[in-house]
């Protein structure tokens, strides 16, 4: 990713804030918001677009788990998809590779954040081999509804993405 490329991921990111429960923001994001924590060009923590039969699909991005020097082995990473490319299983490709790019700058752990209700991503990240490891109940309001939000987590080993 590049800085120009904002403004697509922007788009795409603007369309689960007003669509779903994908994200707990409730207001279209500025640009601004979206570079504290979709860095580029950083030596460690990678941001892509994805891209699928010559068209951009989507974003993925590792980011900074905690802003501590001892959670340097571990990353959150983070896919968004536009609508019309889910279930194409373009998800799994896209997590083998950041799992594969993780373990070459020292990253060994991966952790996902996903709302409670997003059956597609925990899917995903069940079938690429993460485990659930907490469930925080009732912790977001969006769309007059009290959601949880859950954490996978994989501690990697080159593989086990099927």
Avoid at 97 to 121: F, T
Avoid at 148 to 160: E, P, R, S, T
Wanted: hydrophobic content about 35%.
């Amino acid at each position: 990713m590049v800085e120009k490329d904002f403004d697509l991921v922007k788009e795409i990111y603007d369309h689960y804030i007003l669509n779903s429960t994908a994200t707990y923001h409730t207001d279209k994001i500025t640009i601004a918001e979206l570079k504290e924590y979709i860095l580029i060009g950083h030596p460690k923590y990678k941001s892509f677009l994805i891209k699928y039969n010559k068209s951009i699909c989507g974003f993925c991005y590792l980011s900074r788990f905690k802003n501590r020097q001892a959670y340097d082995r571990t990353a959150e990473v983070t896919i968004y998809l536009k609508p019309e490319f889910t279930g194409l299983k373009i998800g799994i490709w896209v997590l083998k590779e950041l799992e594969r790019i993780a373990i070459d700058k020292g990253i060994y752990v991966l952790v996902g954040i996903i709302g409670g209700e997003n059956e597609h991503s925990i899917r995903l990240f069940e079938q690429c081999g993460f485990e659930k490891c907490a469930h925080f109940k009732k912790v977001g309001e969006k769309f007059n509804r009290i959601l949880d939000m859950v954490a996978y987590q994989k501690i990697l080993d080159q593989g086990n993405c099927r």
